[in-house]
């Protein structure tokens, strides 16, 4: 799998827990126990989902899909516990689907294949 397929997948993860958090911390304040558990549901997902998935996208984008992989572990093990599924596979697929270093091309690069006769 190329680097831009794994970082348009990772955006989509990015957009979706957006949405899920935004329509989750509505709910817990339509419900009356927002004051409590909202804080601590944007505390999450801004420091493990925004922050860790935007620096995994941008190092996709750069062609350093180790390191970006590196940084999709610990969203990988949240979502899992908080039983976001979709968030999960999501996930999951640009970690065991992209190739490491030595294959992994910046966006718009091609790599090198010599002609062979």
């Known amino acids: 799998m190329e680097a831009d397929t794994c970082k348009t997948l990772v955006y989509a993860t990015r957009l979706l827990t957006t949405i899920t958090t935004a329509l ?15 804080p601590v549901v944007l505390v999450i997902w801004y420091f493990v989902f925004w922050k860790m998935l935007k620096k995994a996208e941008a190092l996709y984008g750069a062609g350093k899909c180790r390191e970006a992989k590196d940084k999709l572990i610990i969203p990988l093990v949240v979502s899992i516990l908080l039983g976001g599924v979709i968030t999960f596979v999501l996930l999951l697929i640009p970690i065991v689907g992209c190739s490491d270093d030595e294959k992994c091309s910046p966006l718009g690069a091609t790599p090198y294949q010599p002609v062979t006769e």
């Open 24 to 38: 989750l911390s509505v709910a817990l304040v339509v419900t009356g126990v927002g004051i409590i558990f909202v």
